[in-house]
């Protein structure tokens, strides 16, 4: 089954076991780093339970990308995002009606449409995938609120939950379970430790000097995620005037532009990319050696998730997190800000951040430890671990 579509002949370590038991209809919570071959993991039960697999994403290049290699390997597919004539929907009807697997692709925001009822009327749906379920989560970093709908699709159709995230604390996990009304889970967590990546958290007031001794020091591909749009396009030229290479991208760009950077990017023809937040979903690039954050993030998951961009090739790399006073400030004025219950969540996001990067303590075991991973021994592999090294009595 699978050489024969994907031409390998052994799965990675933790996908048979999750892919065995999504084949065999039970509702199934997979807790993946990124990088860890997360669309094989429902992409081949949904071949084998047959009918439609429906695919919810937020991730609208990542559906296209998938679509497109589904395709590739002559399986049937299709992404429903912008505007769907109704031609295009009558076609895709007709080939979900032929074939006897199907994925379809959409942003849970669709499922209320007049279009998607048609489409899926009187089709066997064999499996429903949450991709990103901790968007499910008003805890998690990027709650988004159509994801509460996915759970009635288990009364009209009947079909087992396949849940899928790279990022999730214990109470996210409680909270994917409970609004998706899954039944008996099997719940796969994996190691979220990323052992190749160097972290480090400095407290700077000159943050350009850092930023570019860093890249001065890392001569590789490099992020550097700021917070605002200005900031971004205001360190993108700081950059350029020093000479390195460099791109901005921010939620502010219309997006041909984006599409334009982000493929100036992946092709190497950018060396650094200025970013805020709203760049790398998705976004695969092995190479990348650093990843500088100048702003603080709004919670340590986005910061480790962003974080990651850096050594997905498995050779080292940096985490660097500047954290300068006016961040800070900016960061605790937050928590007096707002109602109650927008209180209480700043609180829950931002105090691991600022813990995280205040404390003398190894920064792996802060982070692992965040998301429910306990490791016995300091890593070596941090800032701290390298002053405690450093510092320790020789013999
Ligand atoms: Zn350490």
């Given at each position: 089954m699978l050489s024969s579509y994907w031409g390998f002949t052994s799965f990675r370590p933790g996908q048979a076991e999750i892919i065995e038991s999504v084949v065999g209809g039970t509702d199934t919570l997979a807790l993946l780093p990124t990088g860890g071959g997360k669309s094989l993991c429902f992409q081949v039960p949904g071949l084998l339970r047959g009918g439609v697999t429906l695919v919810l994403s937020p991730l609208i290049s990542l559906m296209h990308d998938q679509v497109l290699g589904l395709a590739g390997r002559g399986i049937a597919a299709f992404a429903m995002t912008g505007r769907v004539d109704a031609g295009l929907l009558s076609n895709v009807r007709s080939r979900m009606s032929s074939s006897n697997s199907f994925f379809l692709y959409l942003a849970p925001e669709r499922l209320n449409t007049r279009q998607f009822r048609w489409l899926i009327q009187g089709q066997r749906v064999g499996l429903i995938v949450v991709d990103e379920a901790h968007c499910i989560s008003s805890w998690g970093h990027d709650f988004r609120p159509a994801y509460r709908t996915i759970q009635q699709l288990r009364e009209n159709y009947g079909a087992p939950f396949c849940a899928l995230t790279a990022t999730a604390t214990r109470r996210v996990e409680r909270d994917i379970v409970k609004n998706l009304a899954l039944r008996s889970p099997r719940v796969f967590r994996y190691s979220f430790d990323r052992p190749n990546i160097h972290f480090s958290v400095r407290q700077v007031v000159d943050a350009r000097g850092e930023v570019l001794s860093w890249l001065d020091r890392e001569r590789g591909p490099a992020i550097i995620y700021d917070s605002s749009r200005e900031g971004v396009e205001i360190w993108a030229e700081k950059l350029r005037r020093a000479g390195i290479s460099s791109a901005a991208y921010h939620g502010g760009l219309n997006a041909g532009f984006k599409d334009h950077v982000q493929r100036r990017w992946m092709r190497k023809k950018v060396r650094v990319m200025v970013a805020t937040n709203a760049f790398g979903m998705g976004i695969d690039r092995p190479d990348v050696r650093l990843v500088l954050h100048v702003g603080l993030p709004d919670s340590l998951e986005s910061y480790y998730q962003e974080a990651g961009r850096a050594g997905r090739d498995g050779r080292p790399a940096h985490a660097v997190l500047l954290v300068s006073p006016e961040a800070r400030k900016a960061r605790m004025a937050l928590l007096r800000a707002g109602s109650f219950r927008q209180r209480i969540r700043a609180n829950r996001l931002v105090r691991p951040i600022l813990r995280y990067a205040e404390r003398e303590m190894c920064r792996r075991w802060g982070v692992l430890g965040y998301f429910g991973e306990n490791i016995r021994?300091?890593?070596?592999?941090?800032d701290v671990c390298g002053r405690l090294k450093r510092e320790a009595p020789h013999h």
């Open positions: 021994v300091p890593c070596g592999n941090c």
